[in-house]
């Protein structure tokens, strides 16, 4: 099976129609970008979180930390 990659996952939380939006940034090692997300979502909002008002804004490779565990600069 393949090794993980590390990937950068940003995504944006409202709590309530007043309030203003959460940017969170979560780091993880997955299998695909859809693995990504799901683990951004758990790290973020726990396995009964309250992800409704949730939106992911990207999810990108993380290239230096993918250079720095394979050596290159």
């Known amino acids: 099976m393949a090794e993980p990659l590390?990937?950068?996952v940003k995504l944006r939380?409202?709590?309530s129609d007043d309030a203003?939006?959460?940017r969170t940034e979560v780091k993880c090692f997955?299998?695909?970008p859809?693995?990504?997300c799901t683990q951004a979502m758990?790290?973020?909002f726990g396995l009964a979180g309250n992800a409704d008002k949730?939106?992911?804004e990207s999810i990108?490779?993380?290239v230096e930390k993918w250079k720095q565990i394979n050596g290159k600069k």
Do not use: H, K, M, W
């Open 6 to 8: 590390p990937f950068i």
């Open 54 to 56: 949730c939106t992911i």
């Open 20 to 22: 203003a939006p959460v």
């Open 13 to 15: 939380t409202v709590a």
């Open 42 to 44: 758990v790290q973020t």
């Open 30 to 32: 997955a299998y695909s």
């Open 34 to 36: 859809l693995d990504a």
């Open 60 to 62: 990108e490779p993380d």
